[in-house]
């Protein structure tokens, strides 16, 4: 295909190819693959400059007929498709996007960038390193690439946590030694430890896991702070303000805040902290594989859990758990009824017909109320809840 030379001749090939079977991905990027050291066909992570969900459906369509034009069939039936990019479907592309290059700097036209950028260094690299990944459906991942765009979807903000399906992703992501943001093939160490360790040239291990740190992937917002990088992992989702302190604060995958919350905890995969609250050093918020019962767990607005406390079950907006108290979804927990008349204000969904004077809930029956504080008795070790009377806020000069 010559170069095309004005947009209208753009939008023209678009509907040309969308009128022969074309079906809308859910999600797709070029990603450059970091390859087994020691098994070549073993793929260990994937790198994505851009990536696409929910948009740019005009770039996707040129990329599938590059891709047709290259001599590749793309399978619309499965879940996803990755295949390895040649010299024929980058000049495809170029072609196509000739009337954007020089506008190419722009933020709608990262596409175009990258394609610009891969005809230019196609002569100097092995391009079975670059692949196209396209996932048309939410299934579970098939594919080291697919795991890593859905990765990528989630720590940039374009799906929203427990959003994806990555049931599975364990089974398919390699577990690697990973040295700074290089993933190094466990078999490959063993079988070349004796020369690297006589030569003095063995890796400095950071740490060995199948999933990388978030910072050597994602670039955060202006306003959010990571002061250990080993704290968040590849798959986590840090809104605008969130700060994450050293010490013994980590944040899994497909877990997250969703404004600024300053983090010194732990929030476990599929745990949801939204804005203002303040999870407290050493804090504990279990995920669905750490006795929540697959029940994720959601922390409201303006919440505080205190110095190595614990929760196992949602909790509402201005709540409060004391420093050292664990509740669960199995906790029994005591409420006068003066102090429950007063939960109930700000919880008008509330329903509860007891009547004794002192009220034992489970931890579970009291998830996502608003406005509770979480306290244990120092003289008899019972926990109450009574209405919470503090505000909960962060510093706005740390956020």
Known sequence: MKK????????????????????????????????GQFNDDLILQANFPVINWNENFGSASIFLEALNQSGVKVDFNGSEFVCEINKKFIKFAYNAF?????????EAHKNVQAINLLKWIKKDVNLRNYKIVFIFEDEAPKSVESVYLKLYALSTSKAELRSLNLNGAFG?????AWSGREPIELDWLRENEIELKLLGEYPTIDSVDKFPRFLSHVIPADN??????????????????????????????????????????????????????DIGGGASILGVLSGTNGNPVGIGENTLLGANSVTGIPLGDGCIIDAGVAILEGTKIAVTQKQLAKIKEVNP????????????????????????????????????????QREVTLNSELH
């Open 224 to 277: 959010t702070r990571i002061l250990d990088s080993s704290k968040v992992r590849m798959g986590a989702q840090l809104a605008s303000g969130t700060t994450v302190m050293p010490g013994a604060s980590y944040i899994n995958f497909n877990a997250g805040t969703t404004g600024a919350v300053m983090v010194e905890g732990r929030i476990s995969s599929s745990a949801i902290v939204a804005k203002g609250s």
């Open 98 to 106: 000739k009337p954007f290059v020089n506008e190419a700097i722009g």
């Open 349 to 388: 969904d509330f329903i509860c017909n007891k009547s004794d004077e002192i009220q034992f809930f489970k931890g579970l029956e009291l998830a996502s109320l608003n406005g509770i504080h979480f306290r244990q008795n120092s003289t008899n070790g019972m926990i109450q809840a009574f209405r919470s």
């Open 4 to 35: 095309l030379k004005t947009v209208n001749e753009f939008k023209e090939l678009i509907a040309k190819i969308e009128s022969k079977g074309y079906k809308k991905p859910l999600g797709f990027g070029i990603a450059k693959v970091d390859r």
């Open 172 to 176: 398919v992501l390699p577990n690697v």
